[in-house]
């Protein structure tokens, strides 16, 4: 069930009304006492998870997915693997904790609400196991912290009681944006060594380590997935791959990138090599990508093979120079139709791309209904433009920029598939959102969307939206906030609220099921 609307149209402006300064609320119903969500049943967290209970002590937002976060550091832990009798124990443990937890969930919001207490976004609540995170891996990999009460976590409870005490918007409802299972369609893998005779293995850090588990059948991954992951393997065992050594800094093989193009199934295969270029790299990679393509004879695994070249230490994934970047073989975009549109966006390894495509699509279709018609859109952190073009059914223009230097061929190419009349209405730039604003990208625009990443919006933007008089965005009416990082999106919304900005709708959608991860659209009016 679609959450609470407005008490007006979406599609148009609102009228504000009176408040004091939503700072002034902050510090009184955020002190530590009020702002402690209510009692959180943690079904099915991992016991013995020193991340699990640090996210849960601390009330704070996590990285979501684990794959997500391969870039940092593990914190140093101490996890151990139980004896049989221990885990014949804590199995029965949890199974008594369980029917526990079960029984005071239904006592708290009957047994309709089992699982959930708000309505799903675009679906229906669901109130059997089919919407528990269902894998033989929970406990040990790292990826998901949760195995049901998938919309109860600790920032969830956080984005609901800021809302509703600082905000003062009681309309704010979040859920499941589509199933808990097969919904990644992009995954990033560590690897390491599968024998001191060559092949590697792939998969997540096990929790609490630097040790790669590997997840063979995950549940979270599009069946695709792990198809690829199963050949790889296979190939580096052949052809006696070496997996990259942090300690030495030698072997090959450092990451992998793995997307599926919806459509076909077909996956976009990047390796991390640790080489400076492809001479470098020699025979090794030549006689790994022989096996990766006589393995799919008939061409239904492999959209495409890309290699990234990265050496040195460290645990950033990929180098960023372009020099750096090699396809190897098969077509040089993926394509994806996403969004309410049907928009054919063409991808590159290079770009940035949401994990969950089927749920982004209904948070952009959720957006759309919040842009008025003939509006003038700017769009900063635009990315491809995957939610922007999906306004031009609806606006007048659209202006749109990024900061990713890769981005240019690919837009180029989704502007040249879009109808005629439709192209005509868009203009974009490669800058900072800071550069597009001062470039005059929202010279007469009235609706503002931002897509930052999880740190928010830079001050000096904010420090121009917040300004009525601004000469670069003085023409806005209303911002459509997209958010990956709840802690950033309360300071910025703090921000425009004190500034005269209105909150009209907020609506979570867990894209993650079983991280402590939530996307928040939030929209703001300006008042007059």
């Not at 609220?497 to 300006?526: I, N, Y």
Request: net charge positive.
């Amino acid at each position: 069930m679609r959450p609470s609307p407005p008490s007006s149209s979406p599609s148009s402006f609102h009228e504000p009304r009176g408040s004091g300064p939503i700072s002034e609320a902050v510090g009184q119903h955020l002190t530590p006492e009020a702002a402690a969500p209510p009692e959180i049943f943690d079904v099915d967290a991992r016991p013995n998870s020193q991340k699990a209970r640090k996210v849960a002590s601390s009330q704070s937002q996590g990285k979501g997915h684990r794959e997500e976060g391969l870039e940092e550091e593990n914190g140093a832990g101490g996890w151990q693997r139980p004896s049989r009798v221990q885990q014949r124990r804590e199995k029965r443990q949890q199974a008594a904790m369980d029917e526990k937890m079960r029984r005071v969930k239904i006592q708290r919001f009957g047994k309709e609400g089992l699982l959930f207490k708000d309505g799903l976004a675009g679906g229906q609540a669901g109130g059997g196991r089919d919407d528990a995170l269902q894998c033989e891996h929970f406990g040990a990999c790292s990826g998901c912290f949760y195995r049901s009460g998938l919309v109860e976590t600790p920032v969830m409870e956080n984005a609901r009681v800021f809302f509703q005490r600082v905000a003062r918007y009681d309309n704010f409802s979040l859920g499941l944006a589509t199933g808990v299972h097969g919904w990644r369609t992009q995954a990033k893998l560590a690897v390491a060594p599968l024998s001191k005779w060559g092949g590697c293995q792939l998969g997540l850090y096990e929790e609490g380590s630097h040790r790669v588990l590997p997840i063979p059948n995950c549940r979270v991954h599009h069946p695709s997935i792990n198809r690829a992951v199963q050949v790889l393997t296979e190939a580096t065992v052949t052809m006696k791959t070496r997996a990259f050594d942090p300690a030495s800094l030698g072997g090959s093989l450092r990451y992998v990138q793995v997307a599926v193009e919806r459509r076909t199934g077909r996956v976009q295969l990047t390796l991390v090599w640790n080489a400076p270029g492809k001479k470098e790299a020699g025979g090794e990679l030549s006689r790994l990508l022989k096996a990766l393509k006589a393995a799919d004879a008939s061409g239904e695994l492999w959209h495409s093979i890309w290699v990234n070249f990265r050496t040195g230490p460290g645990n950033t994934i990929f180098a960023r120079e372009a020099r750096s970047w090699t396809k190897l073989f098969g077509a040089d975009f993926l394509t994806e139709k996403i969004g309410p549109s049907q928009t054919l966006f063409y991808l590159t390894p290079q770009l940035f791309r949401q994990g969950n495509l089927d749920g982004f699509e209904k948070l952009v279709a959720r957006a759309q209904e919040f842009v008025p018609a003939q509006s003038v859109v700017c769009e900063l952190y635009g990315g491809g433009g995957v939610i922007g073009l999906n306004m031009l059914g609806k606006a007048a223009a659209l202006r749109f920029s990024d900061i990713n230097p890769y981005l240019g061929p690919c837009v180029d190419k989704t502007l040249q598939a879009l109808p005629a009349k439709k192209r005509e209405k868009v203009s974009f730039i490669i800058a900072t959102a800071l550069e597009a604003l001062e470039a005059g990208h929202a010279d007469g625009a009235t609706v503002l969307i931002v897509d930052p990443p999880r740190k928010g919006l830079e001050s000096e933007v904010v420090a121009h939206l917040v300004d009525r008089k601004d000469p670069y965005a003085g023409t806005l009416r209303r911002i459509v906030y997209v958010s990956c990082g709840f802690e950033a999106l309360k300071r910025d919304a703090v921000a425009l609220m004190d500034s005269g900005w209105r909150l009209v709708h907020a609506e979570g959608f867990v894209l993650f099921p079983g991280s402590d991860h939530l996307e928040t659209l939030a929209v703001f009016d300006r008042t007059r």
